[in-house]
């Protein structure tokens, strides 16, 4: 593969589709600022527009493999940013659809401390969604299962998982994203088939 600096876009377009690691590096580095600079019309707070960072990411690759980009039509840069434009738009739009909930005065009924045990049925719920994350991980490569098991297990920070992995920060955030994106089509995946089957 050619240097990271060097590649160009259709070459580029071409690894990231095999998602090669080289060149999710060579995308992060080359494109970050135009990806930010896109998601920074709609969004000022930091960690909101990381976030949304992460999931434009994820959103383009997954474009990249649908093929939908043909370079006839303009550059890669272009497009990128229009595909961003457009998936923070729908994201916002959906975040600005969620309700709302109302606040009701209910006088002196409030007891002074909030009650902070589960109740029997969310006991239950936790042990059966802990059953089947448990599945889901079973399915997932070593890599991600370890990066999910650091990220949400252990609790280390990305910048731990980052050093721990002698990766970029971004790589680090992109490869823990793309785990929990797999463990997410693969519990959907069981949900589906579950009831399908009954």
């Given at each position: 593969?050619?240097?990271?600096?060097?590649?160009?876009?259709?070459?580029?377009?071409?690894?990231?589709?095999?998602?090669?690691?080289?060149?999710?590096?060579?995308?992060?580095?080359?494109?970050?600022?135009?990806?930010?600079?896109?998601?920074?019309?709609?969004?000022?707070?930091?960690?909101?527009?990381?976030?949304?960072?992460?999931?434009?990411?994820?959103?383009?690759?997954?474009?990249?493999?649908?093929?939908?980009?043909?370079?006839?039509?303009?550059?890669?840069?272009?497009?990128?940013?229009?595909?961003?434009?457009?998936?923070?738009?729908?994201?916002?739009?959906?975040?600005?659809?969620?309700?709302?909930?109302?606040?009701?005065?209910?006088?002196?009924?409030?007891?002074?401390?909030?009650?902070?045990?589960?109740?029997?049925?969310?006991?239950?719920?936790?042990?059966?969604?802990?059953?089947?994350?448990?599945?889901?991980?079973?399915?997932?490569?070593?890599?991600?299962?370890?990066?999910?098991?650091?990220?949400?297990?252990?609790?280390?920070?990305?910048?731990d998982i980052a050093a721990a992995l002698g990766i970029s920060l971004e790589q680090a955030k992109y490869r823990v994203k793309r785990a929990s994106a797999a463990l997410r089509r693969v519990l959907v995946h069981d949900y589906s088939f579950e009831d399908a089957a009954l």
């Amino acid at each position: 593969m050619e240097p990271a600096g060097d590649i160009d876009e259709l070459a580029l377009v071409r690894e990231l589709r095999s998602r090669h690691n080289t060149a999710v590096a060579t995308f992060l580095q080359r494109y970050r600022p135009l990806l930010l600079h896109c998601i920074g019309n709609f969004e000022q707070d930091h960690s909101t527009r990381d976030d949304l960072f992460q999931d434009v990411v994820l959103y383009i690759f997954d474009r990249l493999d649908a093929n939908a980009y043909d370079p006839s039509k303009g550059s890669l840069g272009t497009w990128l940013y229009r595909v961003a434009w457009c998936r923070v738009v729908d994201l916002k739009r959906r975040d600005g659809g969620r309700r709302t909930p109302r606040l009701t005065m209910v006088g002196d009924q409030l007891p002074e401390r909030v009650d902070g045990s589960p109740t029997p049925g969310e006991a239950a719920s936790t042990d059966e969604i802990g059953q089947l994350v448990r599945r889901g991980l079973a399915h997932l490569d070593g890599e991600e299962r370890s990066l999910l098991v650091l990220r949400f297990v252990d609790g280390r920070t990305m910048e731990d998982i980052a050093a721990a992995l002698g990766i970029s920060l971004e790589q680090a955030k992109y490869r823990v994203k793309r785990a929990s994106a797999a463990l997410r089509r693969v519990l959907v995946h069981d949900y589906s088939f579950e009831d399908a089957a009954l």
